[in-house]
């Protein structure tokens, strides 16, 4: 071919690729390539709520303020037939978060900051200013309302054996003007997630809008867990059935083995405090959790199996709630390999909307209700929070390349529109990576699962160095979804493709998968990473192999530790972010025991070589690569010590290294500012190693 016919062709792609928008999901007018700053910055849309005739939706947007250094939520409103466009509620310099219909659809139950503690408040939909509904002394958690709308229901923590509010809240003075410090712990959890426990239990309440000057009544103080439970658990585990006469809630059984067990059961009160909690699921020794009612009364529910597993699969079951028993109990998806998560009744309750994990996305899949068949309905990303709407489902679904947008499908999964892209015009003017999935013969030579992101000034024929992303949990998965923290984009953005690799323990390929990392944290995984790499080099030529470096967090950052032992001569620098790096002393540690008591099969002292067997302090003799060590103080999951033992081992052998410590960040760098200190550290320990 002549070069003058060459550069006609080139001419002729550009003009299509212009035309087209293409670069996958690169907009034609984009100005400059994504980076950390604007991952920081862009608007993110939560928790949808449609109202009860179905034709619109009350969502939560939060916009980020670097200057204050955090970020601040309002109420926003959109119509689900798209006839117009969102429109802010809520302009308080306060947070506003958590809508909730009244049942009339007039009105808009929230919570708020606005008044100085979180408190609830009534907002007009159609115009008018927002009115307080509680001032309380302690801060409301975990709206819910009643289907009658003379109630509501939230969270609040207290001292058990207080029985007024205000006895929790002078305790908390005393505590605060006692002259000791020293504090008195008689069981485990001493500290959990990134709090230290105060003696406090987060109680469920039921509160009167008919007399709101009544006090709220304790709907779980026969109960010794927290309602919800910590550190996540929200509004999703707490159900009024139709009449609202009944409210059921899930709950930790077992308080003294609390932090080495997963037996949450689910509990059936009245909804005016007249009778005792009473305990539906002691019969399950594992997790039972988000209970939901069907307009018909029945009721709905997760669970899983197998007692100690954090990463069981969870199947729906159904029941029928008759004085304080379960009757009839049905599990529907016992036949379908895949755990849900999310899931709400259909408008017309004959089939539920699921989400689950499949496949490196996390689709949408409706379970009939009379025959269990299940089916996919909406993939190509990453869904969350489905809710009913008129003729249809309202949901949010982000994806490698786009942050979360409100989306409307049929009920058949059919005309997939959009309600609310709040990011639109700013992700219009960025170039990011296009991404495909990949597959290869992993370990076994079972199928695995990958992706590789171009980056995002990608030209073809050059070699491009590489970020080999390693995901956390073990029990994960790095899939189809724009991440605020491991996001791919930000190395697409700076010129480095990624690869990320689901590893046998990821999850959404089938529970026996999952459960293939059990005892063996060090040697599937590592083969399916050197397998996925070797796999992704051979496919796609723009990957430099002499540029790579390896990057994660969590069970991500152990892995990273045992790689430089085990695999020492592949990379060229390692990033190792809150990562486990010796077995015995992080059992001591951690707060959360049912995750190594499962995963290394006992207790360190009952089954100490297996805890050994793939323990990378074993293997530091032999680490030579140079490796970025990051570590949060708030991190109780896996503690400070181990970040610091990391680079102890680092710095004594002379492997160039270097240490970032937050004083102010958990298990994760949730603070503006220090994303973008995190993202500009890593991105020069890459560039130092990689392009230098």
């Avoid at 609310?420 to 990576?433: I, S, V």
């Avoid at 990473?529 to 002499?546: I, V």
Wanted: hydrophobic share 35%.
């Amino acid at each position: 071919m002549s070069r003058r016919e060459t550069l006609r062709r080139m001419s002729i792609l550009v003009v299509i690729m212009g035309v087209l928008g293409m670069a996958a999901n690169v907009p034609a007018t984009a100005q400059r390539s994504f980076d950390v700053r604007d991952l920081v910055t862009l608007e993110r849309i939560s928790d949808p709520q449609v109202s009860p005739d179905g034709s619109q939706v009350a969502y939560v947007q939060r916009s980020t303020d670097l200057e204050a250094d955090r970020g601040r939520t309002d109420l926003w409103l959109v119509a689900v037939d798209g006839g117009s466009a969102p429109r802010q509620l809520t302009t308080h310099e306060a947070s506003d978060f958590s809508p909730r219909w009244s049942v009339d659809g007039r009105s808009l139950l929230f919570m708020s900051t606005r008044s100085g503690s979180s408190q609830i408040w009534r907002l007009p939909v159609d115009g008018g200013e927002a009115r307080q509904v509680t001032d309380l002394p302690l801060g409301v958690s975990n709206l819910v309302l009643s289907p009658t709308d003379d109630r509501i229901f939230f969270t609040l923590d207290v001292f058990p054996g207080c029985e007024t509010l205000a006895c929790t809240a002078d305790r908390h003075s005393e505590i605060q003007e006692t002259k000791t410090s020293g504090v008195v712990y008689e069981k485990l959890f001493i500290r959990h997630w990134d709090f230290w426990k105060d003696g406090t239990v987060s109680q469920l309440f039921s509160f009167s809008l008919e007399d709101e000057d009544a006090e709220p009544v304790a709907l779980s103080s026969d109960v010794e867990g927290d309602v919800p439970s910590k550190p996540f658990g929200g509004a999703e585990e707490i159900a009024v059935s139709p009449d609202g006469s009944t409210v059921v809630f899930a709950s930790r059984v077992e308080a003294e083995k609390e932090a080495w067990s997963t037996n949450f059961d689910l509990w059936s009160a009245q909804a005016d405090g007249s009778r005792s909690a009473v305990r539906l699921t002691a019969d399950n020794p594992a997790w039972d959790t988000h209970p939901s009612f069907a307009r018909d009364g029945a009721l709905l529910w997760l669970a899983m199996e197998r007692a100690g597993y954090e990463s069981d699969r969870f199947r729906l079951r159904t029941a029928t709630l008759r004085g304080g028993r379960l009757e009839e109990v049905e599990t529907l998806t016992e036949s379908w390999d895949r755990s849900l998560g999310d899931f709400v009744l259909s408008g017309d309750g004959s089939k539920i909307f699921a989400i689950a994990t499949h496949l490196g996305e996390r689709a949408l899949f409706a379970v009939d209700r009379s025959s269990s068949e299940v089916t996919e309905l909406v993939s190509d990303g990453s869904i969350s929070s489905p809710r009913p709407a008129q003729r249809g489902v309202v949901f949010t679904r982000s994806d490698l390349g786009h942050p979360a947008r409100l989306y409307f499908a049929a009920s058949d999964g059919s005309g997939v529109r959009v309600l609310a892209d709040p990011n639109r015009e700013q992700m219009a003017e960025l170039r990011t990576g296009e991404y495909e999935q990949f597959t290869f013969p992993g370990w076994n030579n079972e199928t695995v699962y990958a992706w590789v992101v171009k980056p995002a000034e990608f030209t073809a024929g050059r070699k491009y160095p590489v970020a080999f992303l390693i995901h956390g949990g073990p029990q994960g998965s790095f899939g189809n979804n724009f991440h605020y923290r491991w996001n791919p984009q930000t190395y697409a953005g700076a010129g480095y493709a990624a690869v990320m690799v689901d590893f046998h323990g990821s999850t959404g390929y089938g529970q026996d998968f999952t459960d293939s990392i059990g005892g063996d944290w060090g040697g599937k995984p590592l083969e399916d990473l050197q397998k996925g790499l070797a796999a992704a080099l051979e496919k796609y030529d723009f990957l430099d192999g002499d540029r790579v470096c390896a990057l994660g967090a969590s069970y991500g950052g152990y892995m990273v530790n045992w790689i430089a032992g085990a695999w020492n001569d592949r990379f060229r620098c390692l990033v190792n972010h809150d990562g486990v790096f010796d077995l015995r002393s992080m059992y001591y540690s951690t707060e959360e025991l049912w995750f190594p008591e499962w995963d290394q099969r006992g207790p360190y002292f009952e089954n100490p070589d297996q805890h050994e067997k793939h323990n990378p302090v074993n293997l530091v003799e032999k680490w030579q690569t140079p490796m970025l060590v990051i570590h949060g103080a708030l991190d109780f999951r896996v503690p400070e010590t181990q970040g610091f033992q990391a680079f102890t081992a680092l710095q004594r052998q002379g492997i160039p290294s270097k240490l970032l410590y937050f004083p102010d960040e958990n298990h994760w760098v949730l603070r503006p500012n220090n994303s973008i200190q995190w993202h500009d550290e890593v991105k020069a320990w890459l560039d130092r190693w990689l392009k230098n």
